[in-house]
């Protein structure tokens, strides 16, 4: 019953009819709704372009991408930035590609880091995977993607749709990936990819943004290569001013924490973790009712109020950038010509990184899914409004 009331929801649940298939997956999709406007392609179901207007009502473009789509496939071939993509079918890393589930071990490819882990969900994940459109109309898009059993060692198949729609009054994109176990039991947990510049590249980095994550008082301990070690560690205490590195549980600006954190992985100086979220207890473990995340940009005003139901935040600040990849034509007119170290911040709604291989986090019903337990659903939106 669950399932058929999926599929009406989100398109028809026939596998093979969107099995990396039917449309060309380099087409722009665009909606729109008053003050903001959106595109997206087939390839990897990503967003190639958000406009919203800044404090002078003047549309700009927030998000990092390329002008011509074709770029996309290019870039996993090299750079392989993921920029604007659906990441899966398990997002982030899983410590020496491998996870156990009923006893069984399974064995997935090793993509990063000389083979000690896997990143995204392997060789070939979600973002480079053609999903296709299932449902669209001005202001909503939905991309289908069905998952066999048995790609990149995962077990069991698993139908995945992502629904992106765009509202005014207030402005706002939401995204929402739900995914299907269809056979047997199988960690998934998708996330997307969206590489954000509020203030347009006005400037070369955003450091001088201002960002507050109001219950991201914990992070995921990670080793060199920023796998978990299995540890949970404060960034809000022991007290102190000014306040630890990685604590934006009050706003403060980027660079407060990027310059100083050295928490990345090796030779890393900046932003790349896991920030658990937790809820006050009046407001319940998976409520999506709170603000989660807010970021400004002091050269356009632009605001950005993100609420979701994950249980963790990924933030990566753009430290791998290094001024070899060009800014979409329509950021440029300030002077800025490329993507720069620090010149973005990712954000990825997730749950606990790894937690399929530390079952002591509790942390697994929200990780490991079937057709007894219902759909993995990633919900989260962005809400913006100028300062």
């Known amino acids: ?10 398109g028809a649940l026939v596998a093979p009819a969107i099995a990396d298939g039917g449309d060309d997956p380099l087409t722009p999709h665009s909606i729109y709704a008053y003050g903001i406007n959106a595109t997206f392609i087939g390839y990897g179901a990503r967003l190639t372009s958000l406009y919203v207007h800044d404090r002078d009502n003047t549309p700009r473009d927030v998000v990092v991408g390329y002008d011509d789509p074709a770029q996309y496939v290019k870039d996993t071939a090299t750079n392989h930035t993921y920029f ?3 990441v899966g079918r398990y997002a982030n890393r899983i410590k020496n590609g491998t996870f156990t589930i009923d006893g069984q071990s399974y064995q997935i490819p090793e993509n990063e880091n000389g083979g000690h ?5 392997g060789t070939v994940g979600y973002d480079a995977r053609n ?14 993607l069905y998952d066999p059993d048995g790609d990149q060692g995962f077990p069991g198949a698993v139908m995945n749709y992502v629904t992106y729609t765009l509202s005014a009054s207030p402005t706002r994109l939401t995204a929402r990936i739900v995914s299907i176990s269809l056979e047997q039991a199988t960690p998934i947990m998708p996330s997307t990819h969206i590489y954000w510049n509020l203030g347009a590249f006005s400037t070369p980095t955003v450091l001088n943004d201002t960002l507050s994550m109001p219950y991201a008082e914990r992070i995921i301990d990670i080793d060199s290569i920023e796998v978990p070690t299995g540890g949970l560690a404060s960034v809000k205490y022991p007290s102190q001013s000014p306040s630890l590195p990685l604590n934006f549980t009050a706003p403060k600006q980027i660079w407060e924490g990027a310059l100083s954190s050295q928490q990345c992985g090796y030779g890393c100086t900046g932003i790349d973790n896991a920030f658990i979220l937790d809820r006050p207890v009046w407001s319940g473990p998976d409520s999506a009712d709170l603000t989660m995340l807010q970021m400004s940009s002091p050269s356009t005003g632009i605001r950005m109020t993100m609420r ?6 990924q933030i990566y600040s753009c430290v791998g950038q290094n001024g070899t990849i060009p800014i979409k034509a329509s950021q440029m007119g300030s002077g800025v010509q490329s993507v720069e170290k620090y010149g973005c911040l990712v954000i990825e709604p997730q749950q606990w990184i790894d937690g399929i291989n530390h079952p002591e986090w509790g942390q697994l019903g ?4 079937s057709p007894a337990t219902g759909p993995n659903d990633n919900w989260a939106e962005y809400t913006f409004d100028t300062v």
């Open 1 to 10: 019953m669950l399932v058929t009331s999926l599929a009406l929801l989100f």
């Open 84 to 86: 604007g993509a659906i």
């Open 117 to 121: 882990d896997t990143l995204h969900g």
């Open 131 to 144: 999903w296709t459109v299932t449902q669209s109309d001005t202001s909503s898009v939905t991309f289908g």
């Open 308 to 313: 979701t139901n994950g249980q963790s935040l």
């Open 366 to 369: 929200r990780q490991i899914f």
